[in-house]
């Protein structure tokens, strides 16, 4: 028995060790304006700033009193939490989604809520501080120092901060000699000699910015043909094996056969090829809800007779891979008609074939539904399907939990699939040759 057991592979999806670069500077100089300029010339899918303004400690009565007769230091590095920040950062590192702090200037506190950030492509941290705390600086992989002449400084601050944080001129000029420009001496400046690279004049000095750009894409680029290298390496160890006992294909009875007849000729009509792919959808989530978690439950019959049968044991919920996924959403209704459902757009990169997610809208507290059906109808090399469980995943889901649903698949990507989750079960309707065009969807809604 011990011989047939599969090794579990190893996967890294693409936003696992996140490019993080860090831009410090005193406050106002241009530190926010440099990163969003980095982000408009990088055109990528998700590219985060991430404002260390968010690790404000909360305040205590005390200091919550002084922080609005503008006498408490913000900029001091004891203001800010940087045990919360180094945690955030070692999460979206390692490819987990981060919850990051909201913090009200105008409350001086903490707000209750969070923001989630989850696989970005890149993530910009800027700060007074970015380059300050040694934790942080072993997670960067470059780091800028933006620097400005005082006077610009204090009167953007004074700008930004009448505007934004509802202070006064008075409480401004007060905290900038009290507390901004000691601190900057103390604590800011001394953060230039660790810095990969300074940048005068902000986001004015276009041959800094031009260095920036190279480097981050040359990063990219370089982690983008080690995760397809890497893919393509997991297709080849996994080729000879046997499908897993995870993998359900359907039986193929006359009348399932004679539905594929009809979806696979491609003289069948727009009518008639929705009408029967929903029909053999159905039967595919009919045989996934086959894997959901079921208690006996006795009724009571309308002829009064007691039924000793079966009842599903906690919710049941739905992640739709765009746009191809769609296609199964009739036939998810069919059996679930209150199913509660995400949504995953994962698209392969047309300059390098990797691929990328894109959008992602999860249901509240999927990490505690019963089952998670993910619905794609078409399965080749497996990248996506790996890519889409690999999210379920990170957010809380156990893999004993998810049933990937889909109609043609194709025997490597069925091996890669359950080669890196091995409790993942496959419920599948034909196996097919390893690469085919997706062509279901285009089908199915006619473009």
Same mark, same amino acid.
């Given at each position: 028995?011990?011989?047939?057991?599969?090794?579990?592979? $190893?996967?890294?999806?693409?936003?696992?060790?996140?490019?993080?670069?860090?831009?410090?500077?005193?406050?106002?100089?241009?530190?926010?304006?440099?990163?969003?300029?980095?982000?408009?010339?990088?055109?990528?899918?998700?590219?985060?700033?991430? %404002?260390?303004?968010?690790?404000?400690?909360?305040?205590?009565?005390?200091?919550?009193?002084?922080?609005?007769?503008?006498?408490?230091?913000?900029? %001091?590095?004891?203001?800010?939490?940087?045990?919360?920040?180094?945690?955030?950062?070692?999460?979206?590192?390692?490819?987990?989604?981060? &919850?990051?702090?909201?913090?009200?200037?105008?409350? @001086?506190?903490? &707000?209750?809520?969070?923001?989630?950030?989850?696989?970005? $492509?890149?993530?910009?941290?800027?700060?007074?501080?970015?380059?300050?705390?040694?934790?942080?600086?072993?997670?960067?992989?470059? /780091?800028?120092?933006?620097?400005?002449? !005082?006077?610009?400084?204090?009167?953007?601050?004074?700008?930004?901060?009448?505007?934004?944080?509802?202070?006064?001129? &008075?409480?401004?000029? /007060?905290?900038?000699?009290?507390?901004?420009?000691?601190?900057?001496?103390?604590?800011?400046?001394?953060?230039?000699?660790?810095?990969?690279?300074?940048?005068?004049?902000? #986001?004015?000095?276009?041959?800094?910015?031009?260095?920036?750009?190279?480097?981050?894409?040359?990063?990219?680029?370089?982690?983008?043909?080690?995760?397809?290298?890497?893919?393509?390496?997991?297709?080849?160890?996994?080729? !000879?094996?046997?499908?897993?006992?995870?993998?359900?294909?359907?039986?193929?009875?006359?009348?399932? /056969?004679?539905?594929?007849?009809?979806?696979?000729?491609?003289?069948?009509?727009?009518?008639?090829?929705?009408?029967?792919?929903?029909?053999?959808?159905?039967?595919?989530?009919? @045989?996934?809800?086959?894997? !959901?978690?079921?208690?006996?439950?006795?009724?009571?019959?309308?002829?009064?007779? +007691?039924?000793?049968?079966?009842?599903?044991?906690?919710?049941?919920?739905?992640?739709?891979?765009?746009?191809?996924?769609?296609?199964?959403?009739?036939?998810?209704?069919? #059996?679930?008609?209150?199913?509660?459902?995400?949504?995953?757009?994962? +698209?392969?990169?047309?300059?390098?074939?990797?691929?990328?997610? $894109?959008?992602?809208?999860?249901? &509240?507290?999927?990490?505690? @539904?019963? %089952?998670?059906?993910?619905?794609?109808?078409?399965?080749?090399?497996?990248?996506?399907?790996?890519?889409?469980?690999?999210?379920?995943?990170? @957010?809380?889901? !156990?893999?004993?939990?998810?049933?990937?649903?889909?109609?043609?698949?194709?025997?490597?990507?069925?091996?890669?699939?359950?080669?890196?989750?091995?409790?993942?079960? #496959?419920? #599948?309707?034909?196996?097919?040759?390893?690469?085919?065009?997706?062509?279901?969807?285009?089908?199915?809604?006619?473009?």
């Amino acid at each position: 028995m011990a011989d047939t057991v599969i090794k579990k592979a $190893h996967y890294s999806p693409p936003w696992q060790d996140v490019c993080i670069i860090g831009i410090a500077g005193s406050s106002g100089s241009g530190k926010s304006t440099l990163s969003h300029a980095i982000v408009s010339q990088l055109a990528l899918p998700w590219v985060v700033i991430l %404002s260390m303004d968010s690790f404000y400690k909360p305040l205590n009565a005390e200091a919550s009193a002084k922080a609005f007769r503008n006498e408490y230091d913000f900029d %001091s590095p004891s203001a800010v939490d940087f045990d919360v920040l180094v945690d955030r950062l070692r999460d979206l590192k390692a490819g987990k989604r981060a &919850e990051i702090p909201i913090y009200s200037f105008s409350k @001086h506190a903490r &707000e209750e809520a969070t923001t989630s950030i989850y696989s970005p $492509h890149v993530l910009i941290l800027e700060g007074i501080f970015a380059l300050y705390d040694p934790r942080v600086l072993e997670l960067l992989d470059m /780091k800028i120092f933006c620097e400005a002449d !005082a006077d610009t400084c204090l009167s953007r601050r004074i700008l930004r901060d009448i505007a934004e944080r509802g202070r006064d001129i &008075e409480g401004c000029i /007060k905290q900038w000699f009290e507390y901004v420009k000691p601190n900057f001496e103390t604590y800011v400046e001394p953060q230039k000699k660790v810095t990969d690279i300074i940048v005068p004049r902000g #986001v004015e000095n276009r041959v800094a910015i031009t260095m920036v750009i190279q480097y981050i894409e040359s990063k990219l680029k370089a982690k983008s043909a080690s995760h397809r290298a890497a893919l393509k390496k997991l297709g080849q160890s996994s080729e !000879a094996n046997a499908l897993s006992d995870k993998v359900f294909i359907l039986e193929e009875t006359s009348q399932l /056969k004679g539905m594929n007849t009809i979806i696979q000729d491609v003289d069948t009509d727009t009518e008639d090829f929705i009408f029967y792919f929903d029909r053999l959808a159905t039967l595919l989530v009919e @045989h996934a809800m086959n894997n !959901a978690l079921f208690k006996e439950k006795t009724v009571e019959t309308s002829a009064g007779n +007691q039924y000793n049968g079966l009842v599903s044991t906690g919710a049941v919920s739905a992640v739709v891979i765009l746009r191809a996924g769609s296609t199964m959403e009739n036939g998810l209704r069919r #059996v679930i008609p209150d199913c509660r459902t995400g949504r995953l757009l994962i +698209q392969s990169n047309i300059r390098n074939g990797e691929p990328e997610l $894109h959008y992602l809208k999860l249901p &509240e507290d999927i990490e505690s @539904h019963q %089952s998670v059906l993910l619905l794609d109808p078409q399965m080749s090399s497996g990248g996506a399907a790996l890519m889409a469980v690999q999210v379920l995943v990170d @957010h809380g889901v !156990a893999e004993k939990k998810i049933v990937f649903v889909t109609y043609l698949a194709g025997r490597m990507g069925l091996n890669r699939l359950t080669s890196v989750f091995p409790e993942v079960k #496959v419920v #599948v309707c034909k196996i097919v040759p390893d690469y085919e065009e997706r062509w279901i969807e285009k089908r199915y809604f006619g473009c």
